[in-house]
């Protein structure tokens, strides 16, 4: 052989042992048992089992899935599985079932489960993440079962031996600031990333199951469509896309390609360019879709016609309509039509929600029964004393609050008073009794048919009520106003109640 032949032909039999070859995961999806096998090539290897649920999650080779498969509700009871490379460094597995298409997607050498749901009918729709407790054993306090304890209410919400209470809907992100629930341990820290929302319901202060942990689960939840306090009809269509990470923040864009049942690609969006007073938010709703912004470009919408609606703080003080068209942008201006008239006492702030009064925080991360609370009364308040005024008030446990005030001789005339509710359970509503005078008895409030004030939210659907109180029921100097929760129904802390917004006395 020609010597220089012979010194390449050696040379190219050292190489390898020189200079070791790098080799990576087999990056891509394998059929197996009727699902695929999907390695990510960064060290993540998951398994699409047929019923299109995640049987098996692994990471550098360490299981973090428990027995029960991790996937949408129950089980998503996939009647076909079937996979696609996209663009070569991307992969898609579609599972159907029925008029409904569940999608896992992911990306070659990113640690990123991204997954899209598409709702083809009416059900509760969550994905629920299936992890091992004794490896993401760092979960939110207010959601941890694992200690044990007794069940109050229902299953879902415990009271632990110390007398906390905790509950898988306890927490404090609203849909508008639920970006991501996370829980860690030995394993890292594991992330579920909301993603889009716009086929959710419920507006941008609803709150749901974000987290809970027991047994030998611990499940940072995707809540897509629930039946929790529900204020507005379900919508059917996608949900997502969302992700389940393992470290790093997931690039939702790069998948617009990815062709799914309903995605609507940003150019196939149009905007709305909004100007508002009186107001701090705009939600935009219709059948099909929801979204919010502050004032400014929304987000990318779909095209329709919305409902618009400004808020202050949570409360709605004003509606129109707005029509979005693909490609477009809509100018449009809105102003607060809420009347703010004068008052002699005002009891709180006219902003849908009942934080500034007394346990109006606690109640979003315990059951209003938890020993930590304040005690619920009744109570007796001045008019100008927030946060000593219970924040709900249940017709079992605490009915009959008072308010104290005085009045001058030139004030005892003819007055009004204005209650605001967030929220109200089997049937209740406030009727106010001024020293001696009784008002008529309101009709109750159309509200969520489920329970609201234990589940770690005050948000039903807000109610003005308005009292027209004679000069006749007034006296000269201390004055007593009293509040009762009145319905046919009754019991405790799931019986007839009422979360306040404002009290006030009209001048």
Known sequence: MNP?????????????????VQTFAAFGAVASGGGFICDTGGG???TVNSGGDLSSIKLNGNELNISTPSGVNSGFGASSVASAAIGGYRWKITCVNGDSTHYYLFQNGVNVIYMATYAGHDTEWRFI??????????????????PGGTAI????????????????????????????????????????????????????????????????????????????????????????????????????????????????????????????????????????????????????????????????????????????????????????????????????????RTTEFMNGTNVLTRHPSDHRNSAWGPKTVA??????????????????????????????????????????????????????????APASSTQPASRILTIGTYRGNNVLYTYDVPASAFVSGTNTLTVDVISGSSGTWTGPSIGFDCIELLN
């Not at 032949?5 to 190219?12: E, G, M, V």
């Not at 992890?131 to 979960?139: A, E, G, P, R």
């Not at 249940?394 to 003819?414: D, E, H, R």
């Open 4 to 20: 220089l032949r012979r010194f390449i032909s050696l040379l190219a039999l050292a190489t390898p042992l020189l200079f070791p």
């Open 44 to 46: 993540l290897v998951f």
């Open 129 to 146: 993440p299936r992890l091992d407790n004794s490896k993401f054993k760092v979960v939110p306090y207010c959601s941890d079962y694992t």
């Open 153 to 352: 209410e229902s299953a879902d919400t415990i009271q632990l031996a110390n007398g906390d209470t905790v509950s898988k809907y306890y927490g404090n992100a609203q849909m508008k600031d639920d970006v991501h629930h996370s829980v860690s341990g030995t394993a890292g820290t594991a992330t579920m990333w909301m993603g889009n929302r716009e086929t959710s319901s419920g507006g941008p202060f609803f709150r749901d199951i974000q987290t809970s942990a027991g047994g030998t689960g611990s499940n940072p939840y995707n809540y897509m469509k629930s039946g929790h306090a529900q204020t507005e009809s379900w919508r059917q269509g996608l949900h997502g896309i969302y992700a389940l990470s393992f470290g790093g923040t997931p690039d939702f864009t790069i998948w617009d390609p990815a062709a799914m049942i309903g995605w609507v690609t940003p150019g196939g969006r149009g905007h709305v360019n909004a100007t508002i007073s009186g107001g701090d938010l705009v939600g935009y709703s219709n059948a099909n879709a929801q979204y919010w912004s502050p004032a400014g470009l929304s987000p990318g919408m779909k095209p329709g016609t919305y409902e618009m609606t400004l808020y202050k703080g949570e409360l709605e003080v004003a509606t129109s309509s707005v029509t979005v068209t693909a490609g477009g942008t809509v100018n449009k201006s809105i102003s607060s039509t809420f009347s703010f008239p004068s008052t002699i006492w005002r009891l709180g702030t006219w902003d849908g």
């Open 383 to 440: 008019s100008n004393a927030a946060s000593s005024w219970p924040c709900y008030m249940f017709k079992g446990v605490n009915n009959g609050c008072k308010i104290t005030f005085s009045l001058s001789s030139g004030q005892v005339a003819a007055h009004t008073v204005r209650i605001g509710i967030t929220a109200a359970n089997s049937g209740g509503r406030p009727q106010i009794v001024v020293n001696s005078w009784t008002s008529p």
